[in-house]
């Protein structure tokens, strides 16, 4: 007979009654669903001689009930006074029996009857309501699960079905099997007593992993409808598992790769628990105790004893982490540095010292310009006069760089030295007179007449003086003359240091009478009297 049932629920069924006949049984099973309409035909061949048709129903061990009626003669209609089916019942005139809003208690067997003087045909008819449960839902679901321990995962509840449902829990898709200490499954059924639905409940109680991080769990109705089983699954609820911090770690955050003096560190330790651990112990070098701490502990203004190793543990010392940490520096050392004055000639010995914690990279600049070798002065000249600048860098750490700038300053009193040259066509000569020194000199020309007691005056052609550009202390000065006499030129040097004076002797030009001196010439005439 259970065979029979489930090939019934197999087979296609309308939106509210379905029909079925099993061939040499003579038995009928109507499926219907909750709250929709039971349709019953009657099945039997309507006799010419029928008196009338009647309804029954018949449950094991009760009385039948006797619920429509029907006259074939008459053409009325009666219903008998059964509470359950007041006002339910509908009667056709080929005694086809309609049950409107489909219960669970009509699951019985009806049977039809038609009566006529000599015989009376009876046909039977059963009745299977089926009500779809509501979607399972996963309730009371725990806040965490830990690893270690079971606990009560949640409850999977489908409401309002019948027949009674079965419960299936998931994990990512895959059933969870009970097993002893890890998988619990308590299943439970509440009876409306009403409607007489079931209410199915299955709770769950795991024990989970570190590996049912971001498992799905879920549950699943299997029930019985007209067609045969259908299943619903619940929505997926996942999970926060706690377990135990495994392993401590101690990271140095940066904004370089490379630490240097006067940087700011933060230290972050962390742990692989869930959820992570929120207060660890740090090891400092140079503290005699550790410090208790939140997951960050910040070094401000870094020195070079900072250097070393740095731990970190949970509060309780059991797992620990370590990490070395090399604050870099570079120390530059100058000697001589700012402004030095020295004078000409003089030695001048020079070091630039370096300390770092990485080989350095060192080289000079003069006057912004590279040189290809540290100075050094045994003697000392003008032109080694300048700004000197020692620069040093430890280009794998960015931004550590030091430089001190020397200043040299090469002082000496003048020196005078005079020449003179004939031009090519004889009509004046030229005197230059060298001169060095620093700071620079100022000159003065000055003259006199040969014997000057021998001669009252004297005529000395002229044209103004030059100057050469003053580079690395020198420079030259110079005079253009066309003397008629014999002369002595002095040049005159003077600076802060000293006046130092030199003269020379040139000897006289003969110059051609003329009305107006030529246009090519620049020179002036300048008569100077002198005293006897």
Not at 271 to 295: K, M
Not at 345 to 368: M, Q
Request: proline residues 5%.
């Amino acid at each position: 007979m259970d065979e029979l049932l489930v090939m019934i629920r197999n087979f296609k069924y309308t939106q509210y009654s379905f029909s079925f006949f099993l061939i040499g049984l003579g038995l009928y099973t109507v499926n219907t669903v909750y709250g929709d309409t039971i349709i019953l035909p009657c099945h039997l061949e309507v006799p010419n001689d029928l008196m009338f048709g009647k309804w029954k129903y018949e449950i094991a061990n009760k009385p039948s009930e006797f619920i429509a009626f029907r006259s074939a003669t008459k053409k009325n209609i009666q219903y008998d006074d059964v509470p359950e089916y007041k006002d339910r019942l509908s009667l056709s005139e080929n005694y086809t029996l309609s049950i409107n809003n489909a219960r669970i208690g009509d699951e019985k067997k009806f049977v039809c009857m038609l009566v006529t003087e000599d015989n009376v045909f009876e046909q039977a008819t059963i009745v299977k309501v089926f009500k779809q449960p509501s979607r399972p839902e996963i309730i009371s679901q725990a806040e965490y699960l830990e690893t270690e321990q079971l606990k009560m995962l949640g409850q999977c509840i489908a409401k309002d079905g019948y027949p009674e449902g079965n419960l299936t829990w998931f994990k990512n898709g895959i059933v969870l099997q009970p097993i002893e200490g890890t998988v619990v499954i308590h299943e439970q059924t509440n009876i409306d007593q009403a409607s007489g639905l079931y209410t199915v409940i299955s709770s769950l109680e795991y024990k989970p992993t570190k590996d049912d991080t971001d498992a799905q769990f879920t549950c699943t109705v299997t029930y019985f409808a007209p067609t045969g089983q259908e299943t619903i699954r619940s929505e997926s609820a996942v999970f926060d598992i706690h377990y135990p911090t495994e392993k401590v770690k101690i990271q140095v955050l940066s904004q370089r790769n490379s630490i240097k003096e006067g940087d700011n560190i933060t230290l972050k330790c962390s742990g692989n628990g869930n959820p992570p651990p929120q207060e660890f112990l740090f090891y400092i070098p140079g503290e005699p105790e550790p410090i208790r701490s939140s997951s960050l502990y910040a070094l401000i203004d870094v020195r070079r004893n900072a250097t070393g190793e740095y731990r970190c543990s949970l509060t309780d010392e059991s797992l620990m982490d370590s990490t070395t940490i090399t604050v870099h520096y570079l120390d530059l050392s100058l000697t001589p540095s700012g402004e030095v004055i020295k004078q000409i000639g003089e030695a001048l010995p020079v070091s630039c010292t370096i300390s770092s914690s990485k080989n350095a990279t060192v080289f000079w600049l003069k006057d912004n310009t590279r040189m290809r070798s540290s100075p050094s002065f045994s003697s000392l000249q003008y032109q080694d006069a300048g700004n000197y600048i020692c620069e040093t860098t430890l280009q794998e750490v960015e931004g550590l760089k030091k430089r001190q700038i020397l200043t040299l300053i090469v002082q000496g009193k003048p020196q005078i030295k005079m020449s003179k040259r004939t031009s090519t066509d004889g009509s004046y000569k030229t005197v230059a007179c060298h001169v060095e020194g620093f700071p620079k000199p100022a000159v003065q020309w000055t003259s006199s007449g040969g014997v000057i007691n021998k001669a009252s005056n004297f005529l000395i052609a002229f044209c103004k003086t030059e100057e050469t550009k003053y580079i690395n202390g020198k420079f030259i000065s110079k005079i253009k003359i066309a003397p008629e006499e014999n002369v002595t030129l002095t040049c005159i040097a003077e600076n802060q240091l000293e006046r130092t004076v030199h003269s020379l002797n040139v000897s006289a030009i003969s110059i051609p009478e003329s009305d107006e001196p030529e246009e090519k010439s620049t020179c002036s005439i300048l008569r100077v009297e002198l005293e006897k």
